[in-house]
């Protein structure tokens, strides 16, 4: 025990740094939530888009294991809140998969150490988020054109642009943030009130490219 709360205190670039041959996890394994720390023994176990070898190894764990789940490339979370509950009732010191979890909110409100790549239920989100991306990147493109194009010729242009074009990127961002949230949702994608953000979304580029037409010869000739 004394042992586990030294390495408690030691960051783990300076364990590196001390032996290199020690290896690391992963960078893209990211605490799902700020300011935790963790070590124990590992309990290992493989878990490819199956959550109940992970329910089997929770209950041969030991109190003070961390739980290591290797996933091997799968595309579901393995585990989430029920999981890291029952962890933390039978008093694991933490959780650490090279995949995916979810229920951040839960694992939050649990409060045990948990590291994971992501906390995604499963892929089918991301194919329509490229398409918010799309709608997104084209308003910002073509309000930034505009607005740089008008304020070229000005001496405050450095003033100008930011105070200019920020606010009228509200309107973008806060469409793309609504569509993303749904298409992210923990438990998997919601398109509950999705076409709403998508109209604005494009009623927002449609508006943005017709103005920059009609002014581009005014423009182009000052």
Do not use: Q
């Amino acid at each position: 025990m004394d042992l586990i709360e030294r390495l408690l205190g030691i960051d783990v670039s300076a364990l590196s740094d001390a032996d290199k041959t020690l290896p690391v996890v992963d960078p893209a394994v990211r605490a799902m939530m700020a300011d935790v720390r963790i070590a124990g023994p590992a309990f290992t176990v493989v878990a490819e888009d199956d959550h109940l070898p992970v329910m089997s190894a929770l209950g041969e764990a030991s109190p003070g294991d961390v739980l290591v789940i290797a996933t091997n490339g799968g595309s579901r979370a393995v585990f989430g809140e029920l999981v890291a509950t029952e962890a933390s009732r039978r008093g694991l010191a933490g959780i650490v998969a090279d995949g995916f979890c979810r229920d951040l909110r839960g694992l939050r409100a649990i409060a045990l150490p948990v590291f994971a790549v992501f906390f995604l239920d499963s892929w089918t989100g991301l194919a329509p988020l490229a398409g918010v991306l799309v709608l997104a990147d084209l308003g910002l493109a073509a309000t930034g054109v505009l607005v740089s194009s008008i304020a070229a010729n000005s001496r405050a242009r450095d003033l100008l642009v930011p105070l200019v074009l920020l606010p009228l990127l509200v309107p973008v961002m806060i469409a793309a943030a609504g569509a993303a949230e749904r298409l992210l949702a923990a438990g998997g994608p919601s398109y509950d009130g999705i076409g709403k953000w998508l109209a604005i979304l494009a009623l927002y580029d449609v508006t943005f490219l017709l103005v920059g037409y009609a002014v581009y010869d005014f423009l182009l000739e000052d």
